[in-house]
């Protein structure tokens, strides 16, 4: 199952990403992360680990993460690893000027339950991530256009 979303930020590049990879801050704009827990030792690039609880449907369960791809400022990769969450996805992050980046976001999960999970993945459950990662784009952008204006003030 594929889902991809595309956002418009009134903040430069570099200011995204540092909101998108400072990994504790997740949970203030992502909706379903409750919080972020970093695993290494290493903070940036291709290695890191994190834990996420997340709310998946009304029940937290843990999304263990590691980045696979790293190009600061533009591209930040990760696979799940967990038992109930797998796949991957990522974040790319285009300058469409000095003050302003195009963030898409995409993720390719594997469902459970073979054709019949993604059967109920597609029909049920994309819907609702779809508007979850709409909404949780829209608080990224706002944080980065806020954190924008403080670094211009």
């Known amino acids: ?15 995204v990403w540092s909101v998108l990879t400072t ?15 970093v695993l290494t030792p ?5 290695g890191v680990t994190i834990r996420c609880p997340t709310n998946l449907m009304g029940i937290t369960v843990q999304d263990v993460m590691r980045v696979t791809g790293w190009e600061e400022p533009a591209y ?41 999970g993604e059967w109920g993945a597609t029909t049920f459950v994309l819907p609702i991530l779809r508007r979850i990662f709409a909404r949780s784009l829209a608080n990224l952008a706002a944080l980065a256009e806020e954190d924008a204006t403080a670094r211009r003030g």
């Not at 801050?25 to 972020?36: E, F, G, I, N, S």
């Not at 790319?92 to 302003?100: I, M, N, Q, R, T």
């Open 1 to 15: 199952m594929r889902l991809e979303l595309v956002q418009p930020v009134a903040a430069p590049r570099e200011v």
């Open 76 to 116: 930040l990769e990760v696979t799940h690893l967990g038992r109930i969450i797998t796949g991957s996805g990522a974040f790319e992050l285009v300058e469409d000027g000095p003050d302003a980046t195009t963030v898409t976001w995409w993720e390719e999960v594997d469902p459970p339950l073979g054709a019949l």
């Open 23 to 37: 990994w504790e801050r997740q949970p203030d704009w992502m909706l379903d992360a409750k919080a972020v827990h």
């Open 42 to 46: 290493e903070r940036t690039g291709v």
